[in-house]
């Protein structure tokens, strides 16, 4: 079973960076598409950032340019990078694989995911 730690996270003034890191295990993770998703009170589950196998990145237009999604497929590690954060991006930040699987959640599943890690942002 496909486990994600997330330890980290923290709070930043608005306009900081922070950097969150996911160590997956359980899984062969070469092969798997990895990415970032988000939520926050009151709003849906939200796709970051996806890092394909080979290293291609994608990013939600709410994240602008700020973010930034790296691999390292020797440690299976996917840290992401924030920077220019603002008060909008404070959620709970969760890592997971194959993020097709969960486009049409309303709740990201942390019982699949783990319990993720808490971002905040102050103005």
């Known amino acids: 079973e496909a486990q994600f730690v997330v330890p980290g996270g923290g709070s930043v003034q608005a306009g900081g960076s922070l950097t969150v890191s996911c160590t997956a295990s359980?899984?062969?993770?070469?092969?798997?598409?990895m990415a970032w998703f988000r939520q926050a009170p009151g709003s849906e589950c939200e796709l970051v950032s996806s890092?394909?196998?080979?290293?291609?990145?994608s990013y939600a237009g709410s994240v602008g340019g700020g973010f930034a999604m790296t691999r390292d497929n020797a440690k299976k590690v996917v840290p992401l990078y924030m920077r220019m954060l603002k008060p909008e991006d404070t959620a709970v930040y969760y890592c997971t694989a194959n993020p097709a699987l969960y486009s049409n959640y309303a709740n990201c599943p942390f019982d699949r995911w783990g319990q993720g890690t808490q971002v905040t942002v102050s103005s």
């Open positions: 359980g899984l062969t993770f070469d092969n798997y598409e």
């Open positions: 890092i394909s196998t080979d290293g291609r990145t």
